[in-house]
């Protein structure tokens, strides 16, 4: 077996230095009659080719997102990422060592890590970040929770515009730990009156911009509201390329910024890993969930870095900590860090500029369209589109003429009839104008 | 080797990325909501981004550069084979939403990694989305919660044995548990007899850790969840240990209600400097009812993708919803990767062959280090505790940083927190036979030296490494969690 | 432009320190009148996106060997790389750094050519290897070259078993400098009369084993024929696996030992980078080719490894130098050193083995078609078929069907009538039984 | 920090490749010729692969990690998109022999990696087959000798400047001519003058790089140029350095009938260690027709594969053939990748940038260093001599060893060697200002403590290599090539 070092040889001696005579004595605690004596039932080692071939053909099964014209979003979405980044994540010093508990010789993933978080606070225009989340969903329901740590109160309240996947992990997690959650209805057209559902016993407000179908939110509204009622603004934001284009939550006053960073640097593999960003203000910091990375000084002086405020945490505090977060998604976050880093703000900005000029086509397009009505008045690279008659239906002939034409809202928002007609709809840097045009024409065609 | 911060020496007018011209446009739908501030993130070329992060790189310790024995942290080796699988365009660049018919291949490879996961350890079904351990420890909770909501009770309490990981108090009292410790007994091991004095109809479940962080098997774990299904609780396994006994036990036999699996532990997904991670979940008859959305549903051999409430079956009553999406499925396609390349033969041989390593590794120090728990064999890691320095003044911590100079990664230290000082030595499958006589003389000397009286030595360790010992103290005390440019008087320092 | 890390701003400063003017007047010494004022007739700058696509859309246009099924060889082979040769030749430690003219920061590269010249020794049963050359054909040239310096003879004989190409980079430098080469006629049967052709002017026999046609060499016989007439042997592997199966030509008396060693380690490539293997006896290491690494100690005492008896060399000796070359294919010994290691004497064994059983399971299918005759009595993974008619126009036809059906004599010999019918067909571990069963189908169906 | 060789560590029994089974046979035809004897190749397990050479790499200088200012050799950044796209399968995976039906993409990259060289330099045609630059020295030597043969003369003298690059007397002599070498004038250029005193009917050549291997553009070539036309030679150029001036003067624009280019220098194919490299010969109207085989021949704009004489259109008078297939595929698609990433105005710019670097650090350093000749402006590479050091009992070796531990590969020592201890140094366009600054100023001070009079210091440098200096006489005087078992005694050293 090409993976195990040890041969028949090495196994006997080592057995004769433990003074055992077979390995199975060293598992003798196992109760006899639940030892296995043989092989489960599942198949005998393959070689590598075997193995190739086997995945390969699996994977050849899927219609990979770059074979057709994409407009696929929804909270994930297609970038084109350097190949540097993917490069450099493989470095078997980045990729194949552990959360750096021993910082005299894990100072390149710490200081990867400082520089992720100033990149994250500054991003969002927070004053701290934490070393990554999951992703930006269990991230938003981390963020109510320490809403209800810092205010004391048990009640969030989620816009209409939050991503379905979200708010019902908020609501997953709030009901079994007895919380309240109120859930305003969906809203596809950026009409709700938010600020009508906060009052002084809600601990939070979880708004997303651009909101799940594309609006762009002003959350300085919002932000005063709350902070007037004593509670704390959650910014969500799943594309986080807006953010070169998009004026910070934290300018805005957002009280904690949770975003889905895998728009940059990291593939779509299917939903994940992703890696979750996670910022708010100095005050709250010890409310916090998540790693920290902090700088200090070594014995000689020397700047470094070392993982901080770990008092918060679970390995410490155990059943008395702010989050049971242990693994985070630190090569996710390495590789949003390497491409932010080749970015830099001027790419960003660039990136942001192109992706909107994008939708801002295929908008154009497709509301050109017989039958189709566009609903946003703003939006990033994301807008909501009604068409005549059943939208998933719509988006699986779309799929059959070799056009991967975005989400029907049915799919997250099933059994709700005035939301069967929408799709949403994504368009990035990667979709070139032969892409959108084929889009605007297949959909014509499937609607003719 | 101070390599400079980012900030330092990026610019915000510099890219290392080139992008199209883009399309003309009927003008900006950014409705006035547009940026008005500059962001402040620098930027370099692409042979500085090289340069920046492969110099980064080498101030870090790797699997691949050395033994890195971190018990409970499972240091193995990690092939890139499952690297090059999971970036197939096919795994890569497939959208969790686009149209399930465009994806059979990835819904056969869930459907195929949740045979293995069943089949291994002997349950019904697994909840694959959970997106690393202790999401995995949280979803087999709720779980545990939802079944016992469903047959009407409310029970309040969790018992968790003094050596868990912290993860499991902290999952328990996340979802609103109150948690009861458990004590170990001399052994190292829980006694069936503290379990059965705090059960009770207010007790939910037991989260036990079998092998145990002591890197002992529960001897009594089948009492143990006899006396805990008994008493109408649940008994919650955390699976951190698994690569231990792959093949040699499945934990559905030992009774076992749910476990979470660390696909990046046993399965060899990389840990890559922290995550991520991947923490399906497999669950007995009893909870596989209530696994959150998404889940895959087999119909007629085929894969079935089922992601709403609407759309579970009768029997399906699904508790909610962990995530976003479908799960971690670049660490689905490694993790099957490796299964496929191993086998049902490999992976019992791993397992094997880690314990194996493990217990050489304890008997060729037991003379110079004091087990704990006496001289007994263990399982996939050998724990010792700092009575081995007893009068040298030589803490664990000290003896931990003076392995660095000698090249190797320090053990999992003061963990678990029932030992004095512990040191929990895991090698892992993965280690030669050289590897180990290499990492064995290396320890050996170590603690010669230390029993010689060179505590200074130790307490100046590292000497060898990109940093000497660094001063969480003060990291702590006023904490510096992010880059700000330098005041005049700083930057004339 | 995202590879230049000047800004104008940087660039405006450096042209002050310098104390000129504009970058034009570094260029001052171009002859004004053939200074170039603006761009070449060129495109500009282009995105890495679109470049991707660009070169994306050229590969798509291309059959890759590993999408059918798949039977070419003829000096280069399709096999199994495991994925853990490709990453460490990326190391950028590896990958970017250049040939090691300072031992001190360059013992990863030394100590690897070290490992890998014995590694070539063994493999070919000789004394001593170098550490690399271009390819096997220019590597058989420049052992042609060897020899005449060795022999002070410039008299070549080529077997009719040498690939056709190999025989012609001889031939071709052989004519310009002056030198004899007496080529036999192409011999796919074997059959030909070697011995008779050498006499006391020769200075080297060249044999291929496996022939270009598949059959195994006696070299034994060969080597005492040539001794007798003080000439050299010289074998040439094409296909270095066979080594794993076959008697190393060191081993039957070869003098020098060429061979390509592209089948370990190394992609196709559409032909090349490669790597050729140079290995001879200790007595003739003062007129090898090539560079040569070797063991010593540093001021320390300490073991490393430097380049070595570059008195040799041309950048020593100038126009008196051994060869001409500089540049050799360092990257592609390091994969063939690491695919090597990973093999080990056990998987190259077994990996022979698995190609020489496809290779029979091949020819036994094939010789079943009617109007097809296999020509080989013995062969390692590849062997000749004689079809009726047209070969080139039966291999174009199985392309058509979706088969890779093996190389038509023609293509490298052409206007050859006798050998217009012959097809050479390779099988390695990479063919499944279904490849083999579906190039015997369809090779019958284009024949019926 | 020493690694201990595969044959230490590795063991014949041990394999890290599983194969398949193999497909059931009727027995051997290998007709007695099977391998006899054992081959004496340890293997290791991937684990054990992986570090070996992970580990051994550390070892190495490069690009990625700092500074590599090798005059000649042009170390500049290798982008990582090249090496992804020679690797997508239809480049990877494609046959030299497969139906040329099957490789129409292969060939249009053939055809467009041609326009771009000759558009570049201004030439008629291009042999893309040579595999390295002394490679394809050969090739354009012997079209040159093809074509006066082609006239019916023979020619035996071919004129080398002596500052000229090793091989260039190497392949002249390697093809059967006589070289003359011509002298340099004292400001570092050829001297028309002297050229002119040394053609006659018997000179079939000049090679003459450009700039010159001292950084500097050999000024009078037009006039060497005419006269070597006027005498009926060729005048083949060496342009191991056109990355100097791509985009700033078309070499066929200075009467060049002849010049190889390196990929992997000007156009960043990466080094490797030593290669592969890759030579295309670009040729003048009087040369294209000598091209040797294959080459590419465009009809209609479709790109036709000529492989063979009989195929050879009438005026196509190939030489032969220079090695086996079409040549280094693999960098034809990173050339061509780094060539449509930059374009026409970004290799211009890289030019531009390479020369302004190089003349940076002249100029800054014009204080501390002798530069042999004055102060003029150079190209690409400045060039220094040891006279900077006279007195000081340091010498170039010295001093670039000195450099080493100052984080920095040396300049390229002692070459060319027309100059007294030589010291060259190529930064090339990918240095930041930030990391000039750098380098200038750790050469500005070790160059203050070589004046200081720190000699001991300089000769006992490096200290912090992995190796101290290495001992390459003794290496010469009983090479040791290939490992081999120690001896008894040895092994109880």
């Known amino acids: ?448 | 080797i101070e390599e400079p911060l980012l900030f330092e020496v990026g610019r915000t007018d510099v890219t290392g990325v080139d992008l199209p011209e883009a399309p003309a446009t009927s003008g900006s739908r950014l409705g006035g909501l547009g940026r008005k501030s500059a962001i402040g993130l620098p930027g370099l070329t692409e042979p500085e981004t090289m340069r920046h992060y492969v110099r980064l790189s080498r101030q870090n310790h790797a699997i691949d550069l050395g033994t890195y024995p971190l018990g409970s942290c499972t240091m193995k080796h990690n092939p890139r084979l499952n690297e090059r699988m999971a970036r197939l365009p096919g795994f890569a660049d497939i959208h969790p939403l686009q149209p399930a018919s465009t994806v059979a291949g990835a819904l056969d490879l869930m459907k195929q990694l949740a045979h293995w996961l069943v089949t291994m350890t002997g349950m019904e079904a697994v909840a694959l989305s959970p997106k690393a351990g202790a999401h995995g420890e949280l979803c087999g909770m709720v779980a545990i919660k939802a079944a016992i909501e469903a047959r009407g009770e409310t029970r309040s309490v969790v018992l968790v044995p003094e050596s868990a990981h912290g993860t499991n108090p902290a999952t328990a009292a996340l979802i609103g548990y109150k948690v009861v410790p458990v004590p170990a007994r001399p052994d190292g091991t829980v006694d069936p007899a503290e379990v059965k004095a705090r059960l009770s109809p207010d007790v939910a479940a037991i989260m036990l850790t079998n092998p145990n962080t002591c890197g002992l098997f529960e001897r009594d774990v089948v009492e143990i969840a006899d006396a805990v299904h008994a008493a109408g609780a649940f008994f919650y396994g955390d699976g951190a240990n698994f690569n231990a006994i792959v093949g040699k036990v499945k934990p559905g036999d030992l009774g076992i209600d749910a476990m979470h699996i660390n696909l990046h532990k046993t399965f060899s997904t990389p840990h890559g400097g922290g995550g991520p991670g991947a923490g399906p979940v497999v669950l007995s008859k009893a909870l596989a009812p209530f696994a959150p959305l998404p889940f895959i549903r087999v119909e007629d051999g085929e894969p079935v993708l089922v992601e709403n409430e609407a759309d579970a079956a009768g029997g399906e009553h699904p508790f909610g919803r962990l995530t976003a999406f479908h799960g971690q499925m670049g660490m689905y396609v490694r993790a099957l990767s490796y299964m496929l390349s191993h086998g049902a033969d490999g992976l019992r041989q791993a397992s094997e062959d880690a314990v194996l390593s493990a217990n050489y590794i304890r008997a060729r120090l037991s003379d110079l280090f004091h087990a704990p728990f006496g001289g007994r064999p263990c399982m996939h890691e050998a724990l010792f505790d700092d009575s081995s320095f007893e009068g040298t003044g030589i803490t664990t911590l000290d003896f931990a940083k003076a392995m660095i100079d000698e090249g190797y990664h320090p053990m999992t230290m003061y963990f678990p927190l029932v030992v004095h000082g512990a040191m929990l030595i895991e090698p892992t499958e993965s280690e030669s036979r050289a590897h180990l006589d290499l990492f064995i003389g290396a320890l050996r000397d170590l603690a010669m030296r230390a029993k010689a009286g060179e505590a200074e030595a130790f307490r100046a360790a590292p000497q060898l490494a990109p940093r000497r010992r660094l001063d969480e103290t003060r990291a702590a005390r006023s904490p510096k969690l992010v880059w700000k440019e330098p005041t005049p008087a700083e930057a004339a320092e």
């Open chain 1, 1 to 448: 077996m090409r993976y195990l070092p040890l041969t028949d040889a090495d196994r006997g001696d080592m057995l004769a230095a433990i003074g055992v005579s077979s390995v199975d004595d060293l598992f003798a605690d196992i109760p006899a009659d639940k030892r296995l004596d043989g092989l489960v039932d599942l198949p005998r080692a393959k070689s590598e080719m075997e193995v190739e071939r086997t995945l390969s053909r699996l994977a050849a099964r899927n219609v990979a997102a770059g074979s057709v014209p994409f407009f696929v979003g929804a909270g994930a979405y297609r970038h084109h990422v350097p190949a540097s980044v993917d490069h450099l994540i493989q470095r078997s010093e980045f990729l194949t060592s552990y959360t750096p508990y021993q910082p005299e010789i894990a100072q390149g993933t710490l200081q990867v890590l400082f520089e992720f978080q100033t990149q994250v606070a500054r991003l969002t225009g927070m004053e701290v970040a934490n070393a990554s989340m999951y992703d930006g969903s269990t991230g938003t329901a981390e963020a109510v929770l320490m809403a209800h740590r810092v205010t004391r109160r048990r009640k969030a309240v989620l816009a209409g515009g939050l991503h379905p996947h979200y708010r019902e992990v908020v609501e997953t997690l709030s009901r079994i730990a007895g919380d309240e959650v109120v859930a305003l209805p969906a809203d596809p057209t950026a009409g709700e009156d938010l600020l009508a559902a906060i009052d002084g016993t809600v601990s939070c407000v979880v708004v997303q911009t651009p909101s799940f179908y594309g609006h762009l939110i002003d959350l300085a509204a919002v932000a005063e509201k709350a902070h007037a009622a004593g509670a704390l603004l959650i910014a969500v934001v799943t594309e986080v390329v807006s953010l070169g284009a998009v004026e910070a939550p934290g300018a805005l006053g957002a009280d904690i910024v949770v975003a889905e960073g895998q728009s940059i640097g990291n593939p779509l593999t299917f939903g994940g890993p992703y890696v979750g960003l996670f910022a708010t203000r100095d005050k709250f910091v010890r409310q916090m969930p998540g790693r920290l990375c902090g700088e200090t000084v070594d014995a000689d002086g020397t700047r470094g870095f070392v993982l901080t405020l770990s008092t918060r945490e679970q390995h410490i505090r155990r059943d008395k900590a702010t989050s049971n977060i242990c693994t985070n998604s630190g090569l996710c976050a390495l590789a949003f860090s390497i491409h932010m880093t080749l970015l830099g703000e001027t790419g960003l900005t660039r990136l942001a500029a192109l992706n909107h000029a994008a939708a801002c086509d295929l908008a154009d397009r497709l509301a050109a369209v017989p039958g189709v009505t566009v609903l946003n008045d703003t939006f990033f690279n994301e807008f909501t589109i009604r068409v005549p008659g059943d939208a998933a239906a719509v988006v699986e002939k779309l799929a059959e003429k070799g056009v991967l034409g975005g989400v029907p809202v049915s799919r997250l928002e099933p059994g709700k009839p005035d939301l069967a007609d929408l799709i949403v709809v994504a368009a990035t840097e990667t979709t070139t104008d032969d892409d959108r045009a084929a889009f605007a024409t297949a959909l014509a065609e499937v609607l003719a």
